[in-house]
């Protein structure tokens, strides 16, 4: 498998303008969660997405953050307009959680390194 | 509220030398436990997990970790390093009544020196 995939792995947009990140789980998964990391704040979970639906959005940052999961086999995060603060790694991760299990385990793509100047 | 502490935020040893990654949690429910590792510009891979059962947990790269309920602890252990393995860990806690919601710790720097 080629686990979590994450496009593009860099990005540098000017402040004002729309940036869409993506993500592929990997085959079979059924939750996908999406993470913010800086250096000042560390891993913050965005949103949690079980069965295609969005579960838990209250670490969306505010209205310019936007989260879709399509299908299965793909998801979105969109940034609309973008500002220097949102400069930061995000990271895709997905997982396959059974019943009303806690999910044990996250894979996480290699992230996509955003520049908003 | 619950949260991962990790007392030391950086970590220096020699190669070859034994390094303890300490990692303390607070929840008033049980939890599963994990170590993640991230290297330079990668993801974050998973090292290993406690789920239930044996309190001391084997994972990938010679790593261990044991699960202390008395302590509320689950340090990371290697008898003996590599250069290789300089980069960032973080430890984290799922809630068994949250299900999916993995809290980290703010993370420690190993950095191994030859």
């Known amino acids: 498998d080629a686990g979590v995939i994450q496009s593009p792995r860099h990005e540098v947009t000017e402040m004002g303008q729309e940036v869409t990140l993506r993500c592929k789980p990997i085959s079979g998964h059924n939750s996908l969660f999406w993470y913010r990391q800086t250096m000042m704040r560390g891993l913050e979970l965005l949103i949690y997405?079980?069965?295609?639906?969005?579960?838990?959005d209250s670490g969306m940052p505010e209205d310019r953050f936007s989260a879709k999961m399509p299908n299965a086999s793909f998801s979105t995060l969109k940034i609309q307009p973008s500002e220097p603060r949102d400069s930061a790694v995000y990271f895709c991760?997905?997982?396959?959680?059974?019943?009303?299990?806690?999910?044990?385990?996250?894979?996480f793509g290699p992230g996509t390194r955003l520049t908003v100047l | 509220a619950q949260s991962v502490t990790q007392l030391d935020s950086q970590v220096p040893v020699f190669e070859e030398a034994p390094v303890e990654l300490r990692c303390n949690y607070s929840s008033s429910v049980s939890v599963y436990l994990f170590w993640y590792v991230q290297y330079p510009n990668q993801g974050l891979q998973l090292l290993l997990k406690y789920l239930s059962g044996s309190t001391l947990v084997k994972g990938i790269n010679g790593f261990e970790a044991e699960f202390n309920k008395s302590q509320t602890s689950f340090h990371l252990r290697k008898p003996s390093v590599h250069i290789s393995d300089t980069a960032e860990y973080f430890c984290?806690?799922?809630?068994?009544?949250?299900?999916?919601?993995?809290?980290f710790g703010s993370g420690t720097r190993l950095l191994v020196r030859p």
């Open positions: 997405f079980n069965n295609n639906v969005p579960i838990d």
């Open positions: 991760a997905t997982g396959r959680r059974e019943g009303q299990f806690p999910l044990n385990e996250q894979f």
């Open positions: 984290a806690v799922i809630r068994m009544d949250s299900s999916y919601k993995l809290i």
